[in-house]
């Protein structure tokens, strides 16, 4: 009798001081905002919803119910001075609910959109929840909220009354930054650098965690290097090394690859160093840059076969040219004997099954003329070769000037693609051999 008589003091009295107190300043925090559309779910107890439906202040109100708290929408209507707009769901029916949220926010693109999770069954709340912050990757202004309380009367079985208060929620995944953690991940192993430096750097602000930074600064070192700017690259592998060897990153977790990431920084260093002398005698450089290219076109021989040709030919050619300056030689000015210009005329009568008259003086090295020049010279890369081989590749090294992002229209057959890769990668792992040097082009773990 008790609880029903304090029932009857808090309608009657109560909840109509605490509707006029919400009306003119309700408790909302951590500061009110200004919503244009609220959905709410409605349990047995709409008291809370009222507050809510006030507190965000929307001009138009959804609410989810289910059949057993139908009866209520009247009360709120009247409480709220305000029609809403009723959308019917089964209490466990958290697929629907999702659904109907996902409707309603799409119908209203571009207005500030609340949703209210304080009412109903523990699975409408959590629906509510989980859509809610899901849909704020793609609504960035939508925003969760819940009506809490300091303290509850258990007798009314309701909050003690001036004790709600509105509370707008940030979302665990911004706060805590792990779902950002997540795609950035992958998209680091999609080989989209440049998205994943975009996503630890919005960590880096959301969650003040230096970590982060770290992993931007890898990436970004990726995203240059893997675009060829090779300057950059080292800038960012020298901001990444410097991050490393601080006494608050030394528990990274790429700490654990500072050596490796030191011997990539080198290896940039070493294509710089290669890019501003112009020379191709010093293997350092000559090995990374090859690698990187080597690297590329493996990345790209299943989705893009002209450009990844491209990337092989060029790391084939890089490693001709160093073998060429090793003997004192340049593509561009060989400076043949006449012993030699011979000996190339007849390779490449043999190679190309054309008579010999029809070969022209070599003037400059062609991937086809390097290759029988160093033969001639005793390299020991290319003694590794039969002629049999050598014929059976000049067609695909004839190609290169008539592919079609070169001087031609020709498009890499998937035959010819492999058969250069391998060429390219045997002459690139006797000069790695030679010189005691293996590059490491891959991307380090994350984790």
Same mark, same amino acid.
């Not at 929840?129 to 609504?139: D, E, K, N, T």
């Not at 989705?303 to 003997?327: D, I, T």
């Not at 079609?404 to 010819?416: A, F, P």
């Given at each position: ?86 959308? &019917?769901?089964?209490? #466990? ?70 004790? &709600? ?31 994943? =430096? ?49 006494? =608050?990153?030394? #528990? ?29 005698? &010093? ?23 002209? #450009? ?125 051999? &030679? ?13």
């Amino acid at each position: 009798m008790e609880g029903a008589r304090a029932q009857q003091i808090y309608a009657q009295t109560v909840w109509p001081l605490l509707l006029d107190l919400w009306r003119q300043e309700p408790q909302v925090y951590p500061l009110r905002e200004t919503f244009e559309v609220s959905i709410h779910t409605l349990g047995t107890s709409p008291e809370a919803t009222v507050l809510a439906a006030l507190g965000l202040g929307a001009p138009e109100v959804y609410v989810l119910h289910t059949p057993d708290s139908k009866r209520y929408l009247g009360q709120l209507e009247q409480d709220l001075r305000r029609q809403v707009y009723p959308l &019917e769901i089964d209490k #466990s029916d958290i697929t629907r609910l999702y659904q109907a949220v996902g409707e309603q926010v799409r119908k209203h693109p571009g207005k500030k959109i609340a949703l209210d999770l304080t009412s109903g069954t523990k699975a409408m709340s959590a629906g509510m929840a989980a859509a809610g912050y899901f849909l704020q990757r793609v609504h960035p202004e939508l925003r969760v909220a819940y009506v809490d309380n300091d303290a509850f009367d258990p007798v009314l079985r309701k909050p003690v009354a001036g004790t &709600e208060k509105l509370i707008l929620l940030r979302n665990p995944h911004e706060v805590l930054g792990d779902l950002d953690e997540h795609l950035a991940q992958e998209f680091y192993g999609a080989r989209e650098f440049g998205k994943a =430096a975009d996503r630890y750097q919005a960590l880096r602000r959301k969650t003040g965690q230096g970590k982060f930074e770290v992993f931007a600064a890898l990436c970004e070192m990726y995203q240059r290097w893997y675009a060829l700017d090779f300057e950059g690259a080292s800038s960012n592998a020298q901001r990444l090394f410097n991050f490393l060897t601080q006494d =608050a990153y030394r #528990s990274h977790p790429l700490a654990r690859y500072a050596q490796r990431l030191k011997e990539q920084k080198e290896g940039l260093e070493a294509i710089l160093a290669l890019l501003k002398s112009q020379g191709f005698v &010093e293997p350092k450089g000559i090995l990374w840059l090859a690698a990187t290219l080597l690297q590329l076109g493996d990345e790209r021989r299943e989705r893009q076969p002209v #450009s990844a040709a491209l990337y092989y030919y060029r790391a084939l050619e890089l490693v001709l040219q160093h073998r060429l300056a090793v003997q004192g030689r340049s593509d561009d000015d060989p400076n043949l004997s006449p012993e030699e210009q011979a000996y190339l005329r007849q390779a490449l009568s043999d190679w190309l099954g054309k008579p010999l008259e029809q070969i022209r003086p070599v003037q400059k090295l062609g991937l086809l003329e390097s290759i029988a020049l160093l033969r001639h010279l005793g390299d020991p890369a290319l003694g590794q070769f039969a002629e049999a081989d050598l014929r059976g590749y000049q067609g695909m090294l004839q190609s290169r000037n008539k592919s079609l992002l070169i001087h031609g229209l020709e498009v890499s057959k998937k035959g010819d693609l492999e058969r250069l890769q391998q060429f390219g990668r045997k002459l690139y792992q006797k000069t790695r051999e &030679e010189v005691k040097l293996t590059p490491f082009v891959e991307p380090v773990s994350l984790q």
